[in-house]
């Protein structure tokens, strides 16, 4: 499956912006390079979440698995150019699944564990998958139960894999445990005649306009920035990364994955988020580089004995992002530990700025400001800015902005960005400008003496940051409409100190009707429409109607004031 342009193809090869590379030709360089070196670490609390020990392997562990799980899958008639669905939580299984779909030539479709039917439905049918691979259980949600539900909605969905003890593994689907242990295919080499242009995975965004779009990507899209973060961190070989996000997302595949492979080091994972396992695995497994969303910042400065045993000396830096990040935190935490803060943002999409200490020594500044990456005249030493070029853009003249104080529209185009939405050329067509910059949706402005910053100023695009997730409050309005009885819907985001954003749902009932509690409404959304937690409104206000622009659109400034002013109130009913 190849779906970028020949002429861009030809044109990122031939100046040398794309790798001549694929995933398995870099695992299998590794794995004869350093056989005996630690590859991966489960999370330690595996056997409470997914019921099995947690394992160590090493590259040559590793590669062995891959080997006999490509030639597994191959033997149960998996192709190049099918899509599985990946529905994992982090473990050892999941990249090794990743690698043995990257060598058969098989598109990997990774979704977030939060999935419920509605969401993976959807995924699948979008995809045209041919199967789904999942846990039997992640916590306490049955997984596998959830997979035949998708099967029955889903003819086109041919296999079923699970993870997890045999017992649990449904009839008719396909046992991965069992499928890993088998030792008749343990030297399988299966030559799929892949190669850095063909599509590798199908990620997902948070569709902002309705419904989440895909993204796919190729080998060479993905290892293009190959050794944009461990550059960027100054990474050793053999550098040890504790992963605290699902490995499904693109943040995830660019901070975490490819600085591994990058260092040929050890990944360790962690799943779900837990503050004292975290820190754990921070003290025990000399960790040089991880990322912490803001809230686990918030918590760490609050209460610094928790990193009491941890080698500062070893961690090399923190990335942090998703959501703004205060100056004081990140001067607080350089203080007390004596560990940099890389404040980062970027996009599925492949948009990216950093804003590292080489770059802005200032942690002050660093909180707030990101260099002008891929603008003449200016030079950083931020990888990623070799890989693109930026502009603002005034959304309602599509003039560009090169003065101060004046938000526009963050537009990028380069060897980094993706090609498109999966089987959505309307969407496509409208993600990108005349001149072929990618509209990120996101406003920023110039800053500095030399306007040499951006300083984020807010979005266009209607979505809510929840704990690092992109939630779009067009498809949970939709979802809360399917309530009898509601007129009209608002969805909005609401401050959360941990979490960034919470997600609040403005409701007005039509006549004759009462309105739900927020349980009641919260229960119907989970048990009848079967939506991730996440997506579940945290916060009900009803009212008498929707205040409206002028152009009759719903006035979302408005509500969000009046929900802001109302907090202390806790309008949740």
């Given at each position: 499956m190849i779906l970028s342009s020949g002429q861009r193809i030809a044109a990122m090869h031939g100046s040398g912006a794309w790798p001549d590379l694929t995933f398995d030709r870099l695992l299998r360089g590794i794995v004869d390079s350093h056989p005996e070196r630690e590859a991966i670490v489960d999370p330690p609390n595996r056997q409470?979440?997914?019921?099995?020990?947690?394992?160590?392997?090493?590259?040559?562990?590793?590669?062995?698995?891959?080997?006999?799980?490509?030639?597994?899958?191959?033997?149960?008639?998996?192709?190049?150019?099918?899509?599985?669905?990946?529905q994992l939580a982090n473990s050892w299984e999941l990249v090794a699944l990743y690698f043995a779909c990257f060598r058969l030539g098989v598109v990997v479709s990774p979704v977030a564990a939060q999935y419920r039917d509605h969401e993976l439905i959807y995924v699948v049918q979008c995809t045209g998958a041919k199967a789904l691979v999942t846990n039997a259980r992640i916590g306490a949600h049955a997984h596998a139960a959830m997979a035949l539900r998708v099967q029955q909605q889903c003819p086109g969905l041919s296999w079923l894999f699970v993870l997890g003890a045999s017992a649990d593994v449904p009839a008719g689907a396909f046992d991965l445990a069992a499928m890993l242990a088998a030792p008749s295919v343990a030297a399988a080499i299966v030559e799929a005649g892949v190669g850095p242009d063909d599509v590798v995975t199908i990620i997902w965004t948070s569709g902002s306009e309705g419904r989440p779009k895909g993204i796919h990507r190729s080998h060479a899209l993905w290892l293009v920035q190959l050794n944009t973060v461990a550059d960027a961190f100054g990474l050793p070989d053999g550098a040890r990364l504790l992963n605290g996000r699902p490995l499904v997302n693109h943040g995830a595949m660019i901070g975490t994955l490819l600085p591994w492979l990058s260092r040929a080091g050890t990944i360790v994972l962690h799943h779900p988020f837990a503050l004292d396992t975290y820190v754990q695995q921070l003290r025990d497994e000399r960790i040089d580089f991880t990322s912490m969303a803001p809230a686990i910042l918030v918590s760490l400065v609050s209460e610094p004995e928790l990193l009491d045993g941890v080698d500062f000396t070893r961690l090399r830096g923190v990335s942090s992002g998703s959501a703004p990040l205060s100056p004081t935190l990140i001067q607080e935490f350089e203080r007390r530990?004596?560990?940099?803060?890389?404040?980062?943002?970027?996009?599925?999409?492949?948009?990216?700025?950093?804003?590292?200490?080489?770059?802005?020594?200032?942690p002050v500044l660093r909180a707030t400001l990101f260099p002008r990456l891929g603008v003449p005249g200016y030079d950083w030493s931020y990888p990623s800015g070799r890989l693109q070029e930026t502009r603002l853009v005034d959304p309602d003249s599509a003039q560009q902005i090169d003065a101060a104080g004046r938000p526009g529209e963050l537009r990028v185009r380069g060897p980094i960005i993706f090609d498109g939405y999966f089987n959505d050329p309307e969407a496509t067509r409208a993600a990108f400008d005349d001149q072929g910059f990618y509209r990120t949706g996101d406003l920023f402005e110039l800053a500095g003496e030399r306007l040499e910053y951006y300083r984020y100023v807010g979005r266009c695009k209607d979505i809510i940051v929840r704990g690092g997730y992109n939630i779009s409050a067009m498809e949970v309005e939709n979802l809360v409409a399917t309530y009898p009885g509601i007129k009209e819907v608002a969805v909005i985001g609401f401050a959360d100190e941990r979490l960034g954003e919470r997600v609040c749902a403005v409701i007005a009932m039509r006549d004759g009707h009462d309105a739900p509690s927020l349980d009641r409404l919260v229960g119907f959304l989970r048990n009848e429409q079967r939506v991730a937690a996440l997506k579940l409104p945290e916060k009900l206000v009803v009212v008498d109607a929707l205040p409206r622009n002028a152009n009759t659109k719903v006035d979302k400034p408005r509500l969000r004031k009046t929900l802001h002013a109302s907090q202390d109130g806790n309008p949740a009913g």
């Open positions: 409470q979440v997914l019921g099995s020990p947690a394992r160590r392997l090493t590259w040559a562990e590793f590669g062995r698995a891959v080997d006999v799980l490509s030639g597994q899958l191959s033997a149960c008639g998996l192709r190049k150019d099918d899509v599985v669905v990946v530990f004596g560990v940099r803060v890389f404040n980062l943002y970027g996009s599925s999409e492949g948009a990216s700025l950093g804003s590292s200490p080489s770059d802005v020594p200032d």
